[in-house]
């Protein structure tokens, strides 16, 4: 039988042919396309002809389309649709894959001729994108080892073969522990205290897995509306403890993987003539040095400190009335704070998530690209999909066709947790057309309808800006496109859609009462922007600390023995309050160790600087979508991609130098 994966795709825009691909199609598909792949990258190495931008830098965006084309599949129906067979598979090729990347960056001979353009780039007249590619490619391969000799070169490929292999195991471990797990829960005493949307979304996982009554999961909207709510403590206690003990249990057990890790990281760096992986991570990112980091993530850590001991003596006098001890259990923290929100600001979820559905967010995020960019979308139900539950949009800008845009909002076992942006193709103009296929993945509980958190609300409109940053994109090369940015400018496009959830038109517009169609009250939207800043030092706390000790972590240059160990300590050096505890604890941090956030954990926070600068600039006219000011911020940020520098774009757009000001009186922890 013919594997589907090596056919053209005669499926409308090329979309991957979903319903005949099978997990024992991709093997062979990426073997056969990474010997073509090494086949195209050894022509264009040996070739006689002089190098010049065509036939080496060009030519090498070209030779990886094939490749890409099913690599991206291959990772994307991993994380979004993942079983034993797909696991497997991604067991057996992942380190196989980095291996092949890796000795393309490793080929002397291509290195030479790259290296030969990059010296002659002022006398080739490139414009400036080529220039960019040409810089940025350069800049791949010095990073991947290019530069090195000898033995140096085998034992970095040999690091990134393994780091692949270990990454996949990692991921795969909390994906498992997050898919096994389920409380069920059976009598009325063990659901005191749940709205009845979470109760449905609860007998919904219940019955998915073939379990009777309900069950309490780990996908995290379920997970912390669980915590907000159930009245029972010691309910409360197994999902907190099940779920910061994710990739810790006996039989998944990812500390000697994290600290493998850890100790390859810190061999690559040094190889590379860095004193630690921070320092090799972050010489391509806007901060360029830890020491920047520290400067932004220190005193927002002593701001966050002061406003959550207040948060923290509220909670107390309610633990006092609810009977509970003022020695807070972190478990019991959301289910006070929620107390106390509803006393203070008389907000309350199951007031709220009737205006808030999933389908008329959506609706809303669409109304806000369309005032902003001129975006249309078109939902289209004939189109492939990997699963029922994804829903797929052809959009349009001004009339005219420039990417299919997908959405998969809910949790499942074979999904991992958390939300992501990913592509199945990027946007270029190199060799023809190429039109961006983008995914939005959320974790939301599935209800019928669908009702939101405004923190989901915000979760939606963040992945939608990343979405966005890939549709919009208007670049020639694929290298250069969307989302290729540095880590830290790349979260500025979807912080930034996220103030646009809760301008009032829009709202007035689409946050609409499920049941009656009424529009959401002046008060109830009075109320939730009273609150925006309620536990924001409880918030800032638990991310900071995380960020501080990814940052810690990756500046050990030999590496780490006891990562529980050295947790514990950092949090006691900085004085972390018993009751936040992490965000993220290393054993299932997968921002760190199964994605490519690794000493760059800072970046929300970072790019929520630019955001709070950038959304400065729309209050400041008066007018949330000024059309002139939407133009410019599409050119400069969400159309530019990598196409040139992340400093000189923001510049351009906001005319002035970000300052973290902005950002902290936005959290309302500036002084």
């Not at 995290?220 to 994710?246: C, E, M, N, P, V």
């Not at 806007?286 to 959550?308: C, D, I, K, N």
């Not at 960020?547 to 990756?554: P, S």
């Not at 000493?599 to 929300?604: D, F, H, I, S």
Request: aromatic share 10%; proline share 5%.
């Amino acid at each position: 039988m013919s594997n589907p994966l090596l056919q053209g795709w005669n499926t409308p825009y090329q979309l991957p042919p979903f319903d005949l691909i099978q997990a024992e199609h991709f093997a062979p598909a990426l073997e056969q396309l990474m010997a073509e792949h090494r086949q195209a990258v050894e022509g264009i190495a040996n070739q006689a002809e002089p190098a010049d931008f065509a036939n080496t830098v060009e030519a090498l965006e070209t030779a990886a389309v094939p490749l890409n084309r099913v690599s991206l599949v291959f990772h994307n129906l991993c994380v979004s649709h993942s079983s034993p067979e797909l696991r497997a598979a991604e067991r057996e090729l992942a380190p196989k894959l980095a291996a092949h990347h890796s000795a393309i960056y490793l080929n002397e001979k291509l290195f030479a001729r790259l290296d030969a353009v990059a010296r002659q780039a002022v006398e080739l007249e490139l414009d400036a994108e080529a220039r960019r590619l040409l810089q940025r490619l350069h800049l791949d391969f010095t990073m991947a080892g290019a530069c090195l000799q000898d033995k140096a070169r085998s034992e970095f490929a040999d690091c990134v073969a393994e780091l692949a292999r270990l990454s996949t195991e990692f991921g795969q471990n909390v994906l498992t522990d997050e898919a096994e797990y389920a409380l069920q829960l059976r009598d009325e005493a063990e659901l005191a205290g749940l709205p009845a949307a979470l109760r449905e979304t609860m007998a919904e996982a219940a019955r998915q897995r073939g379990l009777e009554g309900y069950a309490a999961t780990l996908a995290h909207s379920s997970a912390t509306a669980f915590l907000t709510h159930a009245s029972r403590s010691d309910l409360r206690a197994a999902i907190w403890r099940a779920k910061t003990g994710r990739g810790s249990q006996p039989a998944r057990d990812n500390r000697p993987i994290l600290r493998r890790i850890l100790t390859l990281r810190q061999r690559q760096a040094r190889l590379l003539g860095y004193a630690n992986y921070a320092d090799y991570a972050l010489s391509d990112r806007m901060a360029g040095s830890p020491q920047a980091v520290y400067r932004l993530l220190e005193p927002t850590w002593e701001a966050a400190l002061g406003q959550f001991a207040r948060e923290k003596a509220l909670l107390q006098e309610t633990a006092r009335r609810e009977g509970l001890p003022e020695d807070i259990a972190p478990w019991d923290w959301r289910y006070l704070a929620e107390k106390v929100r509803l006393q203070r600001y008389a907000l309350d979820d199951a007031e709220v998530k009737p205006y808030f559905s999933l389908e008329n967010m959506l609706a809303a995020m669409f109304d806000v690209a369309g005032r902003l960019f001129g975006l249309s979308f078109e939902e289209r139900h004939d189109l492939p999909r990997y699963h029922a539950d994804v829903r797929s949009w052809e959009v349009r800008r001004h009339g005219q066709l420039i990417g299919i845009f997908l959405s998969d909002n809910f949790a499942r076992p074979s999904k991992k947790g958390g939300a992501w942006n990913s592509i199945y193709r990027a946007q270029g103009l190199h060799g023809g057309i190429s039109l961006p296929i983008v995914v939005n993945n959320t974790n939301f509980a599935k209800g019928e309808p669908t009702l939101l958190s405004f923190d989901d609300v915000r979760t939606l409109f963040h992945e939608f800006g990343h979405g966005l940053h890939c549709l919009l994109s208007n670049v020639r090369y694929q290298r250069l496109a969307g989302t290729r940015v540095p880590r830290d400018y790349v979260e500025l496009p979807s912080q930034l859609m996220e103030n646009w959830a809760l301008v009032p038109e829009i709202l007035d517009r689409h946050a609409r009462h499920v049941e009656t169609g009424a529009a959401i009250p002046p008060a109830l939207v009075a109320k939730i922007l009273a609150a925006q800043n309620f536990q924001q030092g409880y918030a800032t706390v638990r991310y900071t600390i995380s960020a501080l000790l990814d940052l810690a972590l990756h500046q050990e240059a030999d590496g780490v023995d006891d990562p529980s160990a050295f947790e514990a300590e950092l949090c006691q050096h900085y004085g972390l309050p018993a009751e936040a505890e992490l965000a993220h604890s290393l054993p299932h941090f997968n921002h760190l160790f199964n994605g490519g956030y690794a000493a760059g954990y800072y970046v929300y926070l970072w790019a929520e600087v630019l955001e709070a600068e950038a959304f400065a600039r729309f209050e400041e006219s008066g007018d949330l979508f000024d059309a002139g000011l939407a133009d410019a911020l599409r050119r400069h940020i969400y159309s530019a991609g990598n196409a040139r520098d992340p400093r000189q774009a923001f510049q351009a757009f906001c005319g002035r130098e970000p300052s973290a000001q902005a950002m902290l009186k936005k959290r309302g922890l500036a002084s």
